[in-house]
Each structure stands twice: as C-alpha cells, then as structure tokens.
C-alpha cells in the first residue's frame, strides 16, 4: 500500500478549519497523490522501452526526471 504520510508532512499546508469539507478534501488530495505518484511509473515503463533504442542518454534522463517529478508531486 502507498503511504506517503512522513513525507507529505514535510510539504503540508496551513488551511483553515472547516470541517464541512475535511473528507471531501481528504478524498480529494489522496486521489491526487495516488494519480501523481503512479504517474512516475509509467515515465519508468517509457525509459525501460526506449533505453535499448539508441537515443540520446540526455533523452532518458530526461524521462527519469519526469518520473522524479510525478513522485514529488504526489508528496
């Protein structure tokens, strides 16, 4: 299971109280991180496919990088 907690808190937000839309902003940013995070594996899945291509190293770095940032932004 994805549990990205002790991260997340490093990056957490000030927001005011309102707890009429505390679940629904729970279910909200959990989606979002869950989408954002598993989005890193399919940059992964494309630098796996296009590595034995004979491209540009800097072109697969760049697809590593990408994976990078999908997983930050679901922290």
Request: without cysteine; negative net charge; charged residues 30%.
């Amino acid at each position: 299971m994805l549990n990205l907690r002790e991260q997340s808190r490093q990056h957490m937000p000030v927001v005011p109280n309102m707890p009429a839309l505390k679940d629904a902003a729970i279910a909200t940013w959990k989606a979002r991180m869950v989408n954002e995070y598993g989005s890193s594996r399919v940059f992964e899945g494309l630098y796996e496919q296009l590595s034995p291509l004979g491209l540009e190293e800097s072109d697969l770095e760049r697809l590593l990088s990408f994976a990078e940032d999908e997983r930050r932004h679901g922290i």
